[in-house]
């Protein structure tokens, strides 16, 4: 009897504990956590649901032209940048660089960055509030405001603020300016001129039209991006749609998208703690990419105001600018939008090293040779050493085939004898190797920068070479144009031009030069390659093409050199 009142005097027990548990911890939390959702869905509703009516509206595209005459504007004029603000929703939806053109013919068209969202590509940033609840009771400036200007023109010389007023009286201000290059200034001040404090968050945002088309290589990121927290984060179009939404929360850093060349994103204080998203969602079956941020909880008293300061990056990928912004405004790691890799320590430096040379010579493709002989210059040691071991092995290459031959059918003695080889003629097999992997990084890191920089693109080279950032336009099917017709419609991997062949056939005869395998398999390998390689560096762009070419000549060059002070060694 006394158990089964101890057994259900402890099950009264644990029900009490669990009871009191539940009511005084579990219950409080579960409230807590619920309030923060419910705020959080509130705030992203907020954020969705404030979009341009004309967006949801149109079901088609509207010509450009079109699209920026239906809304009041003010211009954008500066040294780099042309365009204008619409008033409606104060988006700056219309930028056009001044100096980068789509191709290099004389009547090219400039490369336009941002476009009205109701045309196809749409893009854009804007600035503004949120409500920290649906429950507030005054009205905020959205995408249908449409605010007034007190000038008609920003440039670098001169700034606009841009004025609304609610119907509450609290009234809202942004001074909009732009400096010499592609750096935005948005300054937003709010007055509080009622007789009780209100509650608001800042928000900012950049939003896409359409997925847009990019390389598709491995080695370049585009798409959205961001450093949060000091750290950088890529997220690429497609990993977007399947995910929805992805959040961060940082202090300060900066949220954007890139292209291969070109950047806008959007930097908050450093100071402030911020939620940034990245969003995808469609609108009459059209693709939308938005990025955006929230900054903490602003109370602003009764007859009281507050002001707060952003940066808009919209513009090229130009390491010097980058690197200029991010000392002067703090600004972590911006030069990351550009895609410098895992060997960033060396991506860099190689890239300031080619704008160098390219300050000095006036020809990029130069300064891509003198920077493939510096980098060979400074592994001098290393590759001697290879090539040492190289040669020595290409001596013994008889002897080798002589041993192989004797003991074919016994590998256990075939190994000894090549040891006892080695050990007498003072060779190491594996020393031309290890030179060879520890400038692998370094190949690479010049590889990357070549194919991503801003600064090969249409870089000129000399003679048919205009643009080092595409394929060599020449092609072997019409006799590099003495036949009059034009093969450009076929893929560049078979419609090979005259630096990818030249490219090839100095890996052939670096190849020549080198100790041929023994092994039958393998010669009949690395005597395709070079065949291979043409094949698969013909489509990309020329710069890394001849780079490839210099490469080999300036190791064929070492190779020579290093074999003649071997020979003489012997003499």
């Known amino acids: ?57 149109i079901t088609g595209y509207l010509e450009l032209n079109d699209a920026l005459s239906k809304d009041k504007r003010i211009k954008i004029d500066s040294p780099r940048l042309q365009g204008s603000i619409n008033l409606k929703g104060l988006k700056i939806d219309d930028l056009t660089f001044k100096n980068y053109k789509k191709t290099l013919d004389k009547d090219s068209e400039l490369v336009i960055l941002f476009k009205p969202t109701t045309t196809e590509g749409g893009y854009f940033s804007n600035f503004g509030w949120i409500k920290t609840s649906k429950d507030d009771d005054f009205d905020l400036p959205d995408e249908e405001t449409i605010w007034k200007a007190n000038s008609k023109k920003i440039s670098d010389k001169n700034s606009a603020i841009f004025s609304w007023k609610n119907n509450q009286g ?67 179009y497609k990993d977007l749609k399947k995910k929805k939404e992805i959040k961060y929360d940082s202090k300060g850093g900066w949220f954007g998208i890139t292209d291969k060349y070109w950047l806008a994103t959007l930097i908050p204080d450093q100071n402030f703690n911020v939620t940034s998203r990245y969003n995808f969602y469609t609108i009459n079956n059209k693709e939308k990419y938005q990025v955006d941020y929230t900054g903490g909880i602003i109370e602003i008293p009764s007859n009281e105001s507050i ?79 290879s090539y040492v071991a190289m040669q020595k092995m290409k001596d013994l290459q008889p002897q080798l085939l002589r041993i192989k031959e004797m003991h074919k059918n016994d590998k256990v003695k075939l190994n000894q004898e090549m040891m006892a080889l080695y050990k007498r003629e003072k060779v190491n097999p594996a020393a031309g190797c290890l030179p060879i992997l520890i400038q692998i990084p370094v190949f690479f890191a010049l590889y990357k920068i070549l194919f991503v920089s801003l600064e090969m693109r249409q870089a000129p080279f000399y003679f048919w070479i205009n643009d080092l950032s595409v394929a060599d336009p020449t092609s072997i099917l019409n006799l590099f144009g003495l036949l009059p017709y034009d093969p450009n419609f076929l893929p560049k991997i078979i419609n090979i031009g005259i630096w990818p062949l030249i490219m090839g056939g100095t890996m052939y005869l670096q190849q020549k030069l080198n100790p041929q395998p023994t092994d039958p398999m393998q010669a009949k390998i690395f005597m395709y390659l070079p065949i291979f390689f043409t094949f698969i560096l013909a489509p990309f762009p020329s710069g890394l093409v001849i780079y490839w070419t210099a490469n080999n000549v300036l190791s064929m060059g070492q190779q020579i050199l290093i074999k003649k002070k071997m020979e003489k060694q012997k003499k």
């Open 307 to 385: 002001a707060i300061e952003n940066l808009l990056y919209a513009g090229a990928k130009e390491v010097e600018l980058l690197d200029k912004y991010e000392k002067q405004y703090s600004i972590p790691r911006l030069d990351f939008a550009i895609d410098f890799g895992w060997y960033y320590f060396l991506t860099k430096p190689f890239l300031y090293l080619l704008i160098f040379f390219k300050n000095i010579t006036g020809n990029f493709g130069i300064s891509i040779i003198l920077l493939t002989l510096l980098i060979k210059l400074v592994f001098f040691p290393l590759a001697n050493k």
């Open 170 to 236: 609290i009234e809202f201000e942004q001074e909009i300016s732009i400096d010499e290059d592609f750096m935005f200034t948005i300054k937003q001040k709010v007055l509080n001129n009622t007789d009780k404090k209100i509650r608001i968050k800042p928000t900012a945002k950049i939003r896409r039209t359409d997925t847009p088309k990019t390389q598709g290589f491995f080695i370049l990121h585009e798409g959205p991006i961001g450093i949060i927290d000091d750290v950088l984060e890529e997220i690429d």
């Open 1 to 57: 009897m006394n158990e089964q009142g101890n057994l259900l005097l402890a099950i009264v027990l644990s029900l009490l504990i669990l009871l009191g548990f539940n009511i005084f911890f579990e219950a409080p939390k579960m409230k807590k956590e619920a309030e923060t959702k419910k705020q959080i869905e509130q705030t992203d509703n907020l954020i969705k649901n404030n979009a341009d009516s004309s967006e949801n509206n």
